[in-house]
């Protein structure tokens, strides 16, 4: 089958051409010609297996046939919600590839960006708008934009939206759109949630599934070391410098965890950058262009900000911590083995993260090859303790951020009692939030087990000769009830808008 047999235009046909594809994947040959009717789509798909393709192309093809002469400011005629920025991006990027040849114009808004640059992105009027649902109604309060005259919704990575808080802003969002519109709905996983959302916002849609979450990419070779928490980083160090990569995507439960992996890399002499959540959406660009560019060749990312990262040529992916939800297992090593590549997935399991290795096992019904610890494992270990890692922003010898500074000169005067460090007036040093909490945590799973807390990103000081510290062992990241950090700021307002989800303490915000 090829894209000329499914009823695409001519501009379309060509502007595929010119980026040379030919064949449309399983997705897309049974979407397109059920979206180019008009009518509503429920799409059961991984990332990675061309679902991005599967609504634009057709969706293009109905705008540019009814474009009206005059878009009024702010008026918007097909709504594309993704959970993340990154996502976000990859979306609208697709639109203008394929609406080369067209007359569609289309814009993308997100958290992390100035208020004021969104508003100019849809004061033009648009025909295709990509958003981060927390951004889309800070527009929409500020009467910026206008949903009334709609024809299109997609809501992409519809699974991972619910995860995430989004719920209760997907609800007001259809509220405000036409009822008379086409709906489309795109998920990795079926659970309950989707599809009473599904049965709610969807009129007598047409349902295709491929590749179901269970099953991994045949490609994949996939692997599990079992090594203590503390040891993770000289496994880690020790792969990259006697194995050949292309571009690898390494995985950590947090984000000070993903900050620590680089910093232990960097003194490795390994180069290597994080993404997550508390980074600005600069740095996660520039992180994102020297990963593409093959620069900087490994990626230390956390699941949340990993979404909508879709960049050929990942070799390997390594699971430095493994997930508590198993699905999130086969979302994170299908970014490896694309477009008939092969790709190897590596996981390093400690002794408390075995049930989570048993029900990844469970969920793709195989058992992973168990790679016993390299040669030369324990003087690995001992190199790394007296290795000494470039400071963290804040820490003595790095660069301060502006709250540090400000802490710095309110503690000087001395006048603020304990806003110092605790343990210099005889107090324990109790669990700092913003470093032990995980960045995000899945909702719970079809028959209610909670997700239990595990061992996140490195545990305890790397050791220093200098001043005698021992690396810790066995401490754990405590999970509580942070919410998982997103493209927005829940609450409205400010860069990212949105709503609080249920269960997050009060006063927590969720960054990109």
Known sequence: MSFDTLGLSAPLLSALAAK????????????????????????????????????????????????????????????????????????????????????????????????????????????????????????????????????????????QMLDLGFIHALKRIVKLIPAKRQTLFFSATMPKTIKSLADTYLTNPAEVSVTPVATTAERVEQRVTFVNQAEKTALLTMFFQTQEIDRSLVFSRTKHGADKIVRLLEAAGIKSNAIHGNKSQPQREKALAAFRDGSVPILVATDIAARGIDIPGVSHVVNYDLPNVPEQYVHRIGRTARAGADGIAIAYCDGEERPFLKDIEKLTRQKLTVEELPGGFLQAVEAMKRLKPAPKAGERGGERSPQQNQRNRRNASGARGHSGDPQRFGLPRGPDPRRDMPEERSGPREGGRSARGVPGGLSGPVGNPVRGHAPASGQQQRHGGQRPSTGERPGGGGNGGGFRGRGRPSGQRRSA
């Open 20 to 159: 040379n594809y030919t064949q449309p994947t399983p997705i897309q040959a049974q979407a397109i010609p059920t979206v180019l009717t008009g009518r509503d789509l429920l799409g059961i798909a991984q990332t990675g297996t061309g679902k991005t393709a599967a609504f634009m192309l057709p969706s293009l093809q109905r705008l540019s046939a009814n474009r009206p002469q005059f878009l009024r400011p702010g008026q918007i005629r097909m709504l594309v919600l993704a959970p993340t920025r990154e996502l976000a991006s990859q979306i609208a990027e697709s639109a203008e590839t394929y609406g080369a040849n067209l007359k569609t114009t289309v814009g993308v808004i997100f958290g992390g960006v100035a208020n004021a640059k969104s508003v100019r992105t849809v004061q033009r009027g648009l025909d295709v708008l990509v958003a981060t649902p927390g951004r889309l109604l800070d527009l929409v309060d500020q009467r910026a934009l206008d949903l009334k005259n709609l024809e299109i919704l997609v809501l992409d990575e519809a699974d």
